[in-house]
C-alpha cells in the first residue's frame, strides 16, 4: 500500500481549469464595470475578485492536502465551492441592479456558452507555464462574450461557467468521500504501511543474499505488478540480477546465472 495519496491531477480537471478562467474573467468584469459610482469605496469590487480567488486556490489547496489528510482537503474544497457559490450570487445581484434576469438555460445565449467543451490539457514538461497557456487558451472559448462591452453578457456568461465549475466540483467531492470509505484515511494508511513494514522486517533474513551476476549484495524490493517481494542487485541498474525471496526455513534460490 502507498502511504501517500497522489494529488497533482487535479490540475488536469475541467473543474479546475473553469475555476481559473472564472477568477481571469471575474477581475476583468470588476475592472470594466465596477467604479466609484456603482460601486462606492471597492466593497463589491474586493468580495468578487476576492471570492474568485478564494474558489480557485481553495480547490488547489484542498487537492494538494489529500496527500495526508481527506478531512482537511474536503474542508478547503468546501470552502472553494462556498466562494464560488457567493461569486454567483454577486453576479445574479449584478443583473438584477441592471433589472435583467440571467438568460434561460434553454436561450441561444446560454445554449452557446453550455456547449463548449475544452480541450484536453497538454502541459508538457514545463506544468507552470503550460497551465498558464492552457487556462488562457480556454478562456479564449468563451469570447467574445467574455470581451464584450455589454455587462450583461458578460455577467451571465461568468454565471453559467460558475454553474459548470460547481457541478463538477460537487462530482469531485462526492468521488474524494467515496474514495474516503473505501481506503480510508492517511492515519489508517499510516498504520497500515507501518505494519507491512515491521511484517517484512520480521521475515527477512539475517543477511541478504549476493548477487547471482556480480556478487554485490542485494537489497529487498517490491515488483510493481503484485507487490511480490524478491531480491534485487544493489547496483541496479548497471546489473539486474535478482534472487527469488523465499520464508526463512527454505533456501534461497537465484533466479539468474552469473
Given at each position: 500500500?502507498?502511504?501517500?495519496?497522489?494529488?497533482?491531477?487535479?490540475?488536469?480537471?475541467?473543474?479546475?481549469?473553469?475555476?481559473?478562467?472564472?477568477?481571469?474573467?471575474?477581475?476583468?468584469f470588476c475592472s470594466s464595470f465596477l467604479n466609484a459610482r456603482n460601486d462606492p469605496g471597492g466593497r463589491t469590487y474586493t468580495q468578487m475578485t476576492h471570492a474568485a480567488r478564494s474558489g480557485c486556490r481553495n480547490f488547489a489547496e484542498g487537492s494538494e492536502r489529500l496527500m495526508t489528510s481527506y478531512a482537511?482537503?474536503?474542508?478547503?474544497?468546501?470552502?472553494?465551492?462556498?466562494?464560488?457559490?457567493?461569486?454567483?450570487?454577486?453576479?445574479?445581484?449584478?443583473?438584477?441592479?441592471?433589472?435583467?434576469?440571467?438568460?434561460?438555460?434553454?436561450?441561444?445565449?446560454?445554449?452557446?456558452?453550455?456547449?463548449?467543451?475544452?480541450?484536453?490539457?497538454?502541459?508538457?514538461?514545463?506544468?507552470?507555464?503550460?497551465?498558464?497557456?492552457?487556462?488562457?487558451?480556454?478562456?479564449?472559448?468563451?469570447?467574445?462574450?467574455?470581451?464584450?462591452?455589454?455587462?450583461?453578457?458578460?455577467?451571465?456568461?461568468?454565471?453559467?461557467?460558475?454553474?459548470?465549475?460547481?457541478?463538477?466540483?460537487?462530482?469531485?467531492?462526492?468521488?474524494?468521500?467515496?474514495?474516503?470509505?473505501?481506503?480510508?484515511?492517511?492515519?489508517?494508511?499510516?498504520?497500515?504501511?507501518?505494519?507491512?513494514?515491521?511484517?517484512?522486517?520480521?521475515?527477512?533474513?539475517?543477511?541478504?543474499?549476493?548477487?547471482?551476476?556480480?556478487?554485490?549484495?542485494?537489497?529487498?524490493?517490491?515488483?510493481?505488478?503484485?507487490?511480490?517481494?524478491?531480491?534485487?542487485?544493489?547496483?541496479?541498474?548497471?546489473?539486474?540480477?535478482?534472487?527469488?525471496?523465499?520464508?526463512?526455513?527454505?533456501?534461497?534460490?537465484?533466479?539468474?546465472?552469473?
Amino acid at each position: 500500500m502507498e502511504l501517500f495519496r497522489k494529488s497533482a491531477g487535479y490540475r488536469f480537471l475541467d473543474a479546475y481549469v473553469l475555476a481559473n478562467v472564472v477568477e481571469l474573467g471575474t477581475g476583468h468584469f470588476c475592472s470594466s464595470f465596477l467604479n466609484a459610482r456603482n460601486d462606492p469605496g471597492g466593497r463589491t469590487y474586493t468580495q468578487m475578485t476576492h471570492a474568485a480567488r478564494s474558489g480557485c486556490r481553495n480547490f488547489a489547496e484542498g487537492s494538494e492536502r489529500l496527500m495526508t489528510s481527506y478531512a482537511t482537503a474536503l474542508e478547503l474544497l468546501d470552502v472553494a465551492r462556498a466562494s464560488l457559490c457567493e461569486l454567483r450570487d454577486d453576479y445574479n445581484k449584478f443583473l438584477m441592479m441592471n433589472w435583467q434576469a440571467p438568460w434561460a438555460m434553454d436561450s441561444k445565449e446560454a445554449r452557446r456558452i453550455y456547449g463548449v467543451r475544452l480541450d484536453a490539457p497538454d502541459y508538457g514538461n514545463d506544468i507552470n507555464r503550460g497551465i498558464c497557456l492552457h487556462v488562457m487558451a480556454q478562456f479564449r472559448k468563451f469570447e467574445p462574450e467574455l470581451s464584450s462591452e455589454d455587462g450583461i453578457a458578460r455577467a451571465n456568461t461568468l454565471l453559467i461557467l460558475i454553474t459548470r465549475t460547481l457541478n463538477m466540483m460537487d462530482k469531485y467531492i462526492k468521488n474524494i468521500g467515496e474514495e474516503f470509505v473505501e481506503k480510508g484515511g492517511f492515519r489508517e494508511r499510516l498504520g497500515t504501511v507501518r505494519s507491512e513494514a515491521r511484517t517484512q522486517q520480521n521475515h527477512e533474513p539475517a543477511e541478504a543474499p549476493k548477487c547471482p551476476k556480480c556478487g554485490s549484495p542485494t537489497r529487498l524490493r517490491k515488483t510493481r505488478k503484485d507487490n511480490k517481494p524478491f531480491w534485487g542487485c544493489s547496483d541496479y541498474p548497471a546489473c539486474r540480477g535478482i534472487v527469488e525471496y523465499l520464508e526463512p526455513e527454505k533456501s534461497l534460490m537465484p533466479l539468474s546465472k552469473a
